[in-house]
């Protein structure tokens, strides 16, 4: 990974739904290079016979009671919701999005 | 400024315990001084005055009905703006959360209002904790109060920013590659990181998850160390707790004596080479001569994995950042744009939100991250990546093994200038070279003031094994101890008013 086309720029952020500008598009492929470059020797080191470790402490499944609890207020939580309606999220269309 | 904003915590307990002050006179004092100061500093985002005072007036009046009080009631805080504070505005230094009000608490802002401490406000950040230099707040960088032209550090300036400037004793920050020792290193401040686990991150707006910790910012170990034992414990809504009694920290600090005899000290090779500039070299070793002269056995340690560290963290973070930022959708909270011209779906207006209410850095992250994690670059960079986590891990293993803490300059230079390394990631990335060790084992770390170069201050690291941040507090209140008045060492016996 001696660099970042602007197409893998522009692919990764369609992927990550992020607009960007074609300037930073532009920017951004030249700055990944950089950091992908130096980051690229790991795999030298990372060999087959070490196992990975994804997190610091070992995770064990933490489980509860299944009980009845007060939740937050809905009413709170969708004060600050971008739109609201009737007690739910207003969200733009979702599907049929070709039409 | 008045002398009781130069005291430390456990000073203003003391007196408050003792009846010669008010929490409400000690409040306004900070109040006032933040009004003063922040101005210029930049370090709050928010400051909610009234409700500040208000827990103070509590405060007073229980201890007035001799009801038992916490060690810290009446000590105004200040809180790192990634944390969730009910019905206060909560930003992360982004655009795409101004304006939004958390419906929560976050668990260490409960134990923070369960212990009295009344919050004074949301301290200023790089936005969603990425960066070294609080220049990628979307709300102004805050900046440093020893030069007012140079950075804070990051993400957590504008905590490390508010201790130091003598506008709140105490602070917490978050640390996910060193983001309060670092801060702590460039402002004269003492910064720790607990172990991963030890502090819950219930209401810690993640950023990386299996690096992220809360901490505690102060100006000396033992109102750090005071400061853990009221944030820590188990915490049943963060399944990654650690189900451990909190020790007694400031009991530990305070047994601390002039003798060093028996302790083991190891300096890593990889952190005693190129990259540190000399004047940071040559502070870091002359607190290490006084650790020898104190009776302290000093080891030289080799840690060869902390040589592709930096580069492990540059691929693990933002592999976990592209995926944590997913919840900013503009769907269920926070900013929302809509697009200009074309069919209104869901998709674009996500990515129209998503384009427009992040920064740089953090567009930079997502695009990494996401390029990373994807189809045919998986196992090359995020998996080796994951390995070199194992090797760092068998090493520092293999290091606490012979020595009890090791200890590295807890970062490479002092404060650099406002918009010196904002447009290299790399040569700010490398800001992070000595603390990101810490986060990827988990193991705790601490930054302590050990002196000052060309009249910056220069922080001093201590890494102790897993679980031992005992250990971490009481070989750092060692290390403060043996500075003794050196300027720097502790700024508030320096400190100039301004």
Partial sequence: MSSISTDEVARVAALARIALTEEEIERFSHELAVVADAVAAVSEVATPDIPATSHPIPLTNVMREDEVVPCLDPAEFLA??????????????ILGEEA | MTALLQKTALELADMLAAGELTSVELTRA?????????????AFLHVDAESALETAREVDEKRARGEKVGRLAGIPIAIKDNLVMRGVPTTCGSMMLDGWLPPYDATVVTKVREAGMPIVGKTNMD???????????????TRNPWDTERIPGGSGGGSAAAVAAFMVPLALGSDTGGSIRQPGSVTGTVGAKPTYGAVSRYGLIAMASSLDQVGPVARTVADAAALQEVIGGHDPLDSTSLDAPVPAFED???????????????IVEQM?????????????????????????????????????????????????????????????????????DGPLT????????????????????????????????????????????????RDLDAAFAKVDVLVTPTSPTTAFKFGEKV???????????????????????????????????????????????DLMYEVAAAVEASAGDIPGSCPAKDWKDN
């Fill in chain 2, 423 to 469: 447009g290299d990631p790399m040569a700010m990335y490398l800001n992070d070279l000595a603390t990101i060790p810490a986060n990827l084992a988990g193991i705790p770390g601490i930054s302590i003031p050990c002196g000052l170069s060309e009249g910056l201050p220069v922080g001093f690291q201590v890494l102790a094994p897993a679980h031992r941040d």
């Fill in chain 2, 272 to 340: 005693s080479t190129d990259g540190f500039e000399p004047g940071v070299r040559a502070e870091f070793d002359a607190a290490v001569r006084r650790l020898e002269e104190a009776g302290a056995e000093i080891v030289s340690v080799s840690c060869a994995s902390f040589d592709y560290a930096l580069a492990a963290y540059y691929l693990i973070m933002p592999a976990e950042v592209s995926s944590n930022m997913a919840r900013f959708d503009g769907m269920r909270f926070g900013l929302r744009v809509e697009p200009e």
């Fill in chain 2, 346 to 393: 869901a998709e674009r207006v996500m990515a129209e939100s998503r384009g427009k209410g992040f920064g740089a850095e953090v567009k930079r992250r997502i695009i990494l991250g996401t390029h990373v994690l994807s189809a045919g670059h998986y196992d090359a960079y995020y998996a080796s990546a994951q390995k070199v986590r194992t090797l760092v891990q």
């Fill in chain 2, 252 to 266: 530990i600090v305070r047994r601390v004596g002039s003798d060093l005899s028996g302790l083991k000290v190891g």
């Fill in chain 2, 30 to 42: 900070t109040l006032d001084r933040i009004e003063r100061l922040n101005p210029t500093i930049n």
């Fill in chain 2, 127 to 141: 936005e969603f904790a990425m960066g070294s230099s609080t220049e990628h707040s979307a709300f102004g960088p």
């Fill in chain 1, 80 to 93: 600050q919701a971008p739109a609201s309606e009737d007690g739910k999220f207003l969200v733009p269309q």
